[in-house]
């Protein structure tokens, strides 16, 4: 499975802890299936911004 997740920053190893404690699920790190969401939610304003790509291996679920 193929993961995005939107950030001001290129995040190789990702880690719960490294969101901002108020965020609308509290700490997490949040990705989506779908990558124009990532980029859109990457930035706030007109700044530049990262899609990080995951892949994710589910064949042990």
Not at 7 to 15: A, M, N, V
Not at 29 to 39: G, I, V
Request: with cysteine; hydrophobic share 20%; net charge negative.
């Amino acid at each position: 499975m193929t993961l995005y997740h939107g950030s001001e920053h290129i995040i190789e190893s990702p880690t719960p802890r490294g969101s901002k404690p108020y965020n609308d699920y509290g700490y997490g790190f949040y990705c989506t299936s779908h990558k124009d969401m990532a980029m859109e939610w990457s930035v706030e304003n007109d700044r530049d911004g990262f899609c990080n790509t995951y892949q994710l291996d589910c064949s042990g679920y």
